[in-house]
């Protein structure tokens, strides 16, 4: 009988210790759960985790930056914490977990839902690690707040799976609709979306991977220009994979019909691959971009710091003679349909020669084909010789502050002249084709030597 007891005593003291030593473990895997988060673009910026015997409680501050203006050089910040309520385990009340963990959403220290708001956002680790999101949103109406629309959403449904490294994550997340609302009219429409990702750690560290992003409809104004666009049926399917001693990816843009205004484009099906990149350098890349993101960058600033991470692993990068597909282009537009295909790859190319037109022309392999309506390719020249134009004035009008803008019908006059004087050019010197009111042109380049609808053209050669 005194064994019994004693045996009971033990467990009993196990059982109230062990709440407090898996708090220490789940403290780890939570701060790990909030940079996987951060990872996602949402910048950390603080974090707050109470422990205690029992359970834990933490506040954890995200800020997210989202760029503005025409330009997109200014940004607005949108604030928001994650406040989690934590018990630790072994024992929970969903059986026997490390740690059950229910979490709530707060903009700026405001919660985002009422209070008896029945929503879940679960996380369960179990006792090897592994563990799971759910995330259920009841359907709910949001009234506007300051500068914040109305938001108006549907059930919302996801989960998220993942093992004890985070080295295999598997997600999917469905919004059948969301609203956004303004005192003068809609804003925003979007219905139909789901997510569903699957990613893991290839035996190089990369995390590769895939899923497919997709949207039934998409309704967005602009109250300033009055500007409809509606987007129909939007599919992105992305993959990564290795093979070998290379990573290869693909992605692929789909959509049924474009409407902005009156014009309506589509279908457009756009495929693009990249392959024969080198695992060490593609993961020194993929760990700065996680950083860059982790910055909330301008998009200028952003652009500028991607093009350091490439600039500074490229001679590595070359090494495995890199190439990029456009496999396929297709565009229906308004004037007739635009079709495409594109190929380039560097073969024993190095950094040091990037500077060197001739020496970089010698070393790229390159297929190309595109075929668009006249007049829609003639709409474009236009744009680009207007543009040059007025530039030119502009400096002209600099140098000499007296000088006369031309009138809009004398501009209109020298663009189409100027337009039609660079078509026919092409096409004397058949770089471009006329087919039917089609503007088609075919290129090849191998060993230096281009050759542009079957018609080779001289190249800037390299100095003996």
């Not at 000088?403 to 019908?409: N, V, Y």
Request: avoid cysteine.
């Amino acid at each position: 009988m005194k064994r019994f007891i004693a045996l009971f005593v033990v467990l009993g003291a196990v059982l109230m210790a062990a709440p407090g030593i898996i708090g220490f473990q789940v403290e780890t895997y939570y701060q790990g759960l909030m940079q996987q988060l951060a990872k996602g673009g949402a910048e950390l910026v603080s974090q707050d985790y109470q422990r205690a015997w029992f359970g834990a409680e933490s506040r954890t501050g995200f800020l997210v930056r989202i760029p503005a203006g025409a330009d997109r050089r200014k940004t607005e910040t949108l604030s928001f914490s994650l406040v989690s309520h934590i018990v630790h385990g072994p024992l929970t009340a969903d059986g026997l977990r490390l740690a059950d963990i229910q979490s709530d959403i707060r903009m700026e220290g405001e919660a985002l839902l009422p209070p008896d708001y029945a929503a879940v956002i679960r996380t369960l680790i179990g006792i090897d690690g592994r563990g799971s999101t759910r995330i259920d949103l009841p359907a709910s109406e949001i009234p506007a707040s300051g500068q914040r629309p109305a938001i108006r959403f549907s059930d919302v449904e996801g989960e998220m799976h993942f093992d004890a490294a985070f080295e295999q994550v598997d997600a999917r997340f469905a919004l059948p609709a969301l609203h956004l609302t303004q005192q003068d009219g809609q804003l925003l429409e979007i219905e139909g979306m789901q997510f569903d990702s699957h990613s893991r750690k290839d035996v190089s560290g990369l995390m590769l991977g895939g899923g497919r992003f997709e949207i039934g409809r998409i309704g967005l104004r602009d109250q300033q220009t009055d500007t409809r666009l509606a987007i129909r049926q939007l599919a992105i399917d992305a993959e990564s994979n290795a093979s070998g001693t290379a990573v290869a990816a693909s992605v692929r843009y789909q959509l049924e019909r474009v409407e902005v205004n009156e014009a309506v484009y589509g279908p457009v099906d756009i495929q693009l691959g990249v392959g024969n990149l080198p695992p060490q350098a593609l993961l020194q890349v993929q760990q700065a971009v996680e950083e860059i993101n982790a910055q909330q960058l301008s998009d200028e600033k952003k652009g500028m710091a991607l093009l350091n991470v490439l600039m500074g692993n490229a001679p590595a990068l070359l090494k495995g003679d890199p190439v990029v597909t456009i496999d396929k282009l297709s565009i229906q537009t308004p004037d007739g349909l635009v079709t495409g295909k594109l190929s380039v790859q560097s073969v024993g190319l190095e950094l040091k020669e990037i500077g060197n037109a001739p020496a970089v022309l010698n070393k790229l392999v390159a297929d190309a084909s595109l075929r668009m309506p006249k007049r829609l390719f003639m709409l474009m020249v236009r744009q680009k010789v207007e543009a040059d134009l007025l530039r030119q004035f502009e400096q002209r009008r600099l140098i000499n502050p007296e000088s006369e803008m031309p009138t809009a019908e004398q501009l209109n006059e020298m663009v189409v002249t100027l337009a039609e004087r660079q078509l026919n050019l092409l096409l004397d010197q058949e770089i471009l084709v006329l087919q039917e009111e089609m503007i088609a042109t075919q290129a090849m380049l191998s060993s230096g030597l281009l050759s542009v609808n079957g018609k080779t053209i001289p190249l800037p050669q390299q100095p003996q």
